[in-house]
């Protein structure tokens, strides 16, 4: 595994306490700069919805933004989610940014939980597995967070489902195979007719799946031949099998001949230890804000994470995020990064920084850039 590992950028426009939407879109468009001239590879910009914490909500329209701020790097989503918007609707979006900026965008596919709400209800309804932590290569691999039982979890999903017009999007696999049927001008409707977008097909991007367990997700994109994102920084637990199942599924494809695996993590970096420590003290408390089913809220201060009132059942909720983050000084966190490369045999890795200060942010991106 080459020591040279391209590095990219999860950026999910977060909402810090105390400043608005705007400013977090405009410190995104900023941070982007800064990493194309800290030379990381690609610059990926998440969806959600109805989180006061998060503006990235719109990828195809960031995506717009960003790369005609920037000149090099490349720009994605991280990702669009199948099942809020129609196969169709995302190639014209993405063929569309492709279109005016060529051989510089990726189109990163996932599944959106709105559509699952029923397998959703039925897991957490389900008996908890019990689980443990294991060590692999020297990289942590936590034991998965209790189920959460809450009802209100899965009608606040059902509420957004509504709000968003998400619908079950049937298979996957099939979804994403129309997504690639349009960008290559070989749709066919279900009579045999061919329907064809001038600005999807032969639009100059590369196009990526995300996944987080050996699901539906991991195996489309083996089956696709496909690039797959794996996702450590959000679901630790299940990145091995995630992993496992994509190489499995593999079939090679003119697109890519053998399997190319990133993987995301979540990261602090800071000129000392203590530092990084205070910048990162917030993410417990943003973490479980999220698990708690309230959405995230604008990322909070350390004076202000100092407040909340932690109960046992609170901090199990979100270990397995904490004691994954990669927190330290720029060497202490290279070699951190360095295990999770080489025991998941990444081919790239996704770095998603969040700090209350956005200059303690792009501090923190610069660090690492010049260390790795």
């Not at 790369?67 to 169709?88: H, Q």
């Not at 999007?169 to 099939?174: E, F, K, N, Q």
């Not at 600005?199 to 100059?204: N, R, S, T």
């Not at 201060?301 to 979100?318: C, G, H």
Request: hydrophobic share 40%; no cysteine.
């Amino acid at each position: 595994m080459p020591a040279a590992t391209p590095l990219s950028v999860l950026d999910l426009s977060p909402v810090v306490s105390g400043q608005t939407a705007a400013d977090a879109l405009r410190n995104t468009l900023d941070l982007a700069q800064h990493a194309e001239r800290f030379g990381y590879r690609r610059f990926w910009l998440a969806e959600h919805h109805l989180a006061p914490g998060v503006a990235s909500s719109s990828p195809a329209v960031l995506v717009a933004a960003v790369a005609g701020r920037t000149r090099t790097i490349r720009v994605g989503s991280g990702a669009v989610l199948l099942g809020n918007r129609t196969p169709l609707e995302v190639a014209e979006d993405f063929g569309t940014v492709a279109q005016l900026h060529p051989g510089r965008v990726d189109l990163g596919l996932g599944r959106s939980a709105y559509g699952r709400i029923g397998d959703l209800a039925r897991k957490s309804a389900a008996p908890p597995q019990p689980a443990a932590d294991r060590v692999v290569d020297g990289l942590l691999v936590p034991a998965p967070p209790p189920r959460q039982h809450a009802p209100h979890l899965v009608e606040r999903l059902r509420t957004h489902a509504g709000l968003l017009g998400a619908f079950e999007s049937g298979d996957y696999r099939d979804q994403v195979g129309h997504v690639l049927d349009f960008l290559t001008g070989r749709y066919h409707g279900e009579d045999g007719s061919a329907h064809r977008s001038a600005v999807a097909e032969g639009a100059d991007l590369e196009t990526w799946i995300l996944g987080s367990s050996a699901g539906p997700s991991s195996r489309a994109a083996g089956e696709l031949g496909l690039p797959f994102g794996a996702n450590y920084h959000v679901t630790p637990s299940t990145v091995l099998g995630s992993i496992a199942a994509y190489r499995e599924a593999f079939v090679p494809s003119r697109r890519l001949p053998r399997p190319h695996v990133m993987v995301s993590a979540d990261v602090v970096v800071a000129e000392d230890e203590d530092t990084a420590r205070e910048l990162a003290k917030p993410f417990p408390r943003w973490v479980h804000s999220i698990r708690a089913g309230d959405g995230a809220i604008p990322f909070p201060s350390p004076a202000e994470a100092d407040d909340f009132e932690w109960t046992d059942e609170a901090r199990a909720a979100v270990d397995d995020r904490v004691r994954t983050q990669i927190v330290g000084t720029p060497r202490a966190v290279a070699a951190q990064l360095r295990v999770l490369r080489d025991a998941t045999g990444a081919d790239e890795l996704l770095i998603t920084t969040i700090t209350h200060d956005h200059a303690d942010r792009l501090r923190s991106y610069e660090l690492l850039a010049e260390v790795w």
